[in-house]
């Protein structure tokens, strides 16, 4: 199982240097992968931890291929239907060549509703304008001269720069526990992405994604990862209102606990998890990465 964080480009005080120490300190602490998240404004009344002092992802992204060598770089998600699809998927092409071939695409159609007000795009239309995006990444990222009319964008006659470094192109991982996301595992994507869930919700999830696999004639199997908080006994010092957390499940206890439940994880097939450790304080997000390295990563990579 490989292991990463959630870069805490959100829910602080913006201290890029403290950002650099986290991000470097994860790579030579042996980590596998760093992750972004994605909002852009959110509505006063919504109680998230995305809500103050959040860089952007697509900034960012960029910034750490800059700081960093040998890390994957992933997105927890990139929400598609906030941007226009062409240029993001130039800008993550981009990423993926300047970082040697790094890169993980999470993805997902997004949720608050009060933040697609404020872009201008209908909420209503979330999923066909992700389904789009998809079709348009995938397009992109394996063909120099696309040939390719979709709902909002017609391609011909046209050239397409970056290529990606990765080959066929950059994995895709869908975002999202609805049976439309899981369903679009199937269609569009190379994994699925979930986030805080139950080992049972999981593994019923995954009973899902396998079955809409295997409808649409896809064969081998999707790479299961996971997103999830992590709170280590006598490290994590809270930072943010614990209610921000908004129920979802964790991964909690000693260093000795916290493997186990990853390994329990790992038994029913997850083999990438982006632990959130942004509702801690500096100190032990260091420490935390400490304790994955050295003290977890050794048992579930046996």
Not at 60 to 67: E, H, K, R, Y
Not at 178 to 206: C, I, M, N, Y
Request: hydrophobic fraction near 45%; glycine fraction near 8%.
């Amino acid at each position: 199982m490989k292991l990463g964080i959630c870069l805490p480009h959100y829910g602080r005080p913006i201290e890029v240097d403290r950002m650099l120490g986290v991000a470097q300190h994860a790579e030579e602490a042996g980590l596998d992968s760093i992750w972004v998240t994605d909002h852009v404004i959110v509505p006063r009344d919504v109680d998230v931890i995305y809500r103050e002092h959040m860089l952007d992802p697509l900034a960012v992204l960029p910034w750490l291929t800059a700081v960093t060598s040998r890390i994957a770089l992933g997105t927890s998600v990139v929400i598609l239907p906030y941007r226009s699809p062409i240029p993001v998927a130039k800008l993550l092409a981009s990423v993926d060549v300047l970082s040697g071939g790094r890169l993980i695409v999470g993805a997902a159609i997004g949720w608050m509703e009060g933040e697609f007000a404020a872009l201008g795009v209908p909420f209503k239309e979330r999923v066909s304008r992700s389904e789009e995006a998809l079709e348009l990444f995938r397009a992109l990222w394996t063909n120099e001269r696309p040939e390719i009319e979709t709902a909002r964008h017609t391609l011909s006659g046209l050239q397409v720069s970056p290529m990606p470094l990765q080959k066929p192109r950059p994995p895709i991982w869908i975002g999202g526990t609805s049976e439309g996301a899981l369903r679009r595992v199937a269609r569009f994507g190379d994994g699925w992405h979930a986030t805080a869930s139950t080992p049972e919700t999981f593994r019923q999830s995954k009973q899902t994604v396998m079955k809409f696999w295997k409808e649409a004639g896809r064969e081998g199997d999707p790479e299961w990862s996971l997103r999830i908080p992590i709170f280590i006994e006598g490290v994590h010092q809270w930072a943010v209102d614990q209610k921000l957390l908004r129920g979802r499940h964790a991964i909690r206890g000693t260093a000795k606990q916290v493997a186990g439940q990853l390994a329990e994880y790992q038994r029913l097939g997850v083999s990438h998890v982006a632990l959130e450790v942004s509702y801690t304080v500096y100190p032990g997000i260091l420490d935390t990465i400490d304790i994955l390295a050295n003290e977890v990563k050794p048992v579930v990579d046996r």
